[in-house]
């Protein structure tokens, strides 16, 4: 298992892809750090840039490659290996070579321009980030067989967590704007991982004094270590459960 996601890992690194991915990143993050005058701002401006660029990249990559490795894998299926491993091989070095372009290319200027606590919290939210759309994409490939389609899906499951779901949200929030509906807001904001990784960070900058009610009950729940402990399990459920509802489905599938 361990030389089967290394090869992987290797093969991905020297992609041409992932090498653009990486000078993209690094474009972005020296520009963005560059441009502002405040760590806050710089801190939000990454994260921003981050949490719209990586799941993007992430997801068509894991797709994409998935769907073009099938002969690979048809072959690692002829040989004596369970399909579990193969499934945790692929994975492993298509998120970790991911994480890896990601580390390259964006942590330097992260850490050399913003403070320390929120330098360390982008880059852990990036990290999941990218580990919970890697098994977005294998969730997609295990249950669609046409490559045209799949891409087409990962593309809208990108829509739907990073612009749809929180337009749903502020259409809810503003017609029902007569009743105090923060708080139920709030925990539909909390069930988007994209939602839940930018609040984590912004309330640990000085942004956060400036959102309002709704910041301070985030405050007031992310803030204490029950709701911290409540945001770290669900960012898990959505790296795990659509895991291993693709491992499920592969286990099963014929190729």
């Known amino acids: 298992m361990k030389k089967i996601a290394w090869s992987i890992f290797v093969d991905n690194i020297c992609s041409r892809i992932l090498i653009a991915y990486l000078l993209l990143l690094a474009l972005m993050t020296w520009t963005a750090v560059l441009m502002e005058d405040s760590a806050s701002k710089a801190s939000l401006t990454i994260l921003n840039l981050v949490l719209l660029v990586v799941p993007l990249m992430t997801l068509l990559y894991t797709t994409i ?38 580390l390259l290319g964006a942590a330097v200027p992260i850490f050399l321009y913003t403070d320390t606590s929120s ?5 852990l939210m990036a990290i999941v980030t990218t ?39 502020l259409y809810a929030l503003f017609m029902l704007s007569q009743w105090p509906v923060e708080k139920p807001v709030m925990w539909l904001l909390m069930l988007n991982p994209q939602d839940l990784s930018r609040f984590l960070v912004i309330l640990r900058t000085d942004a956060s ?8 009950a985030f405050r007031q729940f992310l803030g204490e270590a029950l709701g911290t402990a409540a945001a770290v399990v669900l960012l898990v459920l ?4 659509p895991y291993l509802l693709s491992l499920r489905r592969f286990r099963k599938k014929d190729l």
């Open 131 to 169: 580990m919970i759309f890697s098994s977005a994409g294998m969730l997609v490939v295990a249950y669609v067989d046409d490559k045209a389609r799949g891409i087409g899906l990962a593309i809208l499951i990108w829509l739907l967590l990073t612009m749809i779901y929180d337009a749903l949200c």
């Open 65 to 102: 490659y998935l769907y073009n490795s099938r002969e690979y894998i048809v072959l690692l299926l002829a040989q004596p290996l369970r399909r579990a491993q193969i499934w945790n091989s692929l994975y492993a070095g298509t998120s970790g070579s991911m994480t890896a372009m990601l």
């Open 119 to 123: 330098a360390i919290a982008i880059i």
């Open 238 to 241: 959505w790296i795990v459960v």
């Open 209 to 216: 004094a400036m959102m309002g009610y709704s910041g301070a």
